[in-house]
C-alpha cells in the first residue's frame, strides 16, 4: 500500500509528433482509458503502455503485449 501512493499516476508515453495532445486521455483498442505524456525518447508510432496498475490495465489490452503488436488509440 505504501509503495501504491509513492507511484505516478499510470500513462502511456507517446512521441510528441504523434499528433494526440499531452495530457489528453485516449482509448487503446477500445478497452482500456489511458492519459497520453509525451516523450521525446519513444520512437514515433510506437506506445509504451506501463504494466501492473489497476488504474491502466495493460492486460485487458491483450494478453500477451509484446514489441510488435497493432495498437489503435481513439
Not at 52 to 65: K, Y
Amino acid at each position: 500500500q505504501h509503495l501504491k501512493k509513492l507511484a505516478k499516476e499510470p500513462c502511456i508515453r507517446l512521441h510528441p509528433n504523434e499528433g494526440i495532445q499531452n495530457g489528453s486521455h485516449v482509448l487503446i483498442n477500445g478497452v482500456v482509458k489511458a492519459k497520453v505524456k509525451w516523450d521525446a525518447q519513444v520512437a514515433e508510432k510506437t506506445v509504451v503502455i506501463p504494466y501492473g496498475f489497476t488504474d491502466l490495465p495493460a492486460h485487458e489490452i491483450c494478453m500477451n503485449l509484446t514489441n510488435g503488436i497493432s495498437i489503435e488509440l481513439e
